[in-house]
C-alpha cells in the first residue's frame, strides 16, 4: 500500500466543519490561546495530507497511513506524537458528537522517544571560570577551594565523597597528586576503617595563580 501523496487541497483546511467546531470546543475548555492555535496548526496540516473534506470515512488505515508519512518526514518523535495527539482528540471529540461511529484513533501508537540519560557537562568556558572563580578566593581559602574543584571536576568524585576526604586518602606519586576516594558510608555508624578505596585517579598539577589569568 502506497502512502497519501500531498495533493493541493480545493479549500482552506481551516475552514473545515469539523476544525471549526473543535477549536470553538477547545476555547471553551479555557485551553491558553497558543495550545488552540497549536492544535489547528497540526490538524491543518493532517488536513492537507488528507486532501478530503469526508473526515466521516476517516479510517485506522488511514491514520497509520498518516503516522508513517510524518515518520518518513525527518520529524522527531516527540513532534509526530504532538501532531498524532492532536489527531486523537479531534477523533474523541468527533464520536462524542456523533460525527464518527466509531474511534479510527483509538488505537494509534505513539512514535518511541528515547531519553538521553547522559548527564549534562559543563563547557570548557565554565570549567575555566569556576577554576578561576576558586583561585581569587579571598581569606586565604583560594588553594583549597581549587584543590577541592580539580578534585571534582577530574575524578568525578560526589561531594560527599570529597567532604568525608581525609589527609591519609591522599597519595602522592609521580607526577602529580593521586586521590583515593573512600567509599560512602553503609551507615550512619560505620568508622573510616571499614570504608575501602574504591579507585584512584590522577589530579591535574594546575595552580590556582594559573587559573586566575
Not at 83 to 88: D, G, S, V, Y
Not at 93 to 102: D, M
Amino acid at each position: 500500500m502506497t502512502l497519501r501523496a500531498i495533493q493541493p487541497a480545493t479549500r482552506n483546511p481551516g475552514d473545515h466543519a469539523w476544525l471549526v467546531a473543535f477549536l470553538k470546543q477547545l476555547r471553551r475548555e479555557d485551553l491558553s490561546p497558543m495550545t488552540v492555535r497549536g492544535y489547528q496548526s497540526d490538524l491543518q496540516l493532517f488536513l492537507r495530507w488528507y486532501a478530503s473534506p469526508a473526515l466521516e470515512k476517516l479510517t485506522a488505515v488511514d491514520i497509520m497511513n498518516y503516522h508513517r508519512h510524518l515518520t518518513g518526514g525527518g520529524l522527531k518523535p516527540t513532534s509526530i506524537n504532538r501532531k498524532l495527539e492532536a489527531l486523537r482528540r479531534l477523533c474523541r471529540w468527533a464520536q462524542r458528537e456523533g460525527k464518527l461511529t466509531i474511534n479510527p484513533a483509538a488505537e494509534v501508537k505513539l512514535a518511541r522517544t528515547v531519553r538521553d540519560l547522559r548527564p549534562a557537562g559543563l563547557r570548557e568556558a565554565e570549567v575555566t571560570a569556576l577554576l578561576r572563580a576558586a583561585g581569587q578566593s579571598r581569606h586565604g581559602l583560594s588553594k583549597r577551594n581549587y584543590a577541592l574543584l580539580q578534585l571534582l571536576l577530574q575524578t568525578g568524585v560526589r561531594v560527599s565523597e570529597a567532604a568525608a576526604l581525609r589527609v591519609r586518602h591522599a597519595v602522592l606519586r609521580a607526577g602529580g597528586l593521586a586521590e583515593s576516594a573512600g567509599e560512602r558510608q553503609q551507615g550512619a555508624g560505620a568508622s573510616a576503617e571499614h570504608q575501602r578505596p574504591p579507585r584512584t585517579q590522577r589530579v591535574s598539577g594546575d595552580s590556582p595563580a594559573a587559573a586566575s589569568r
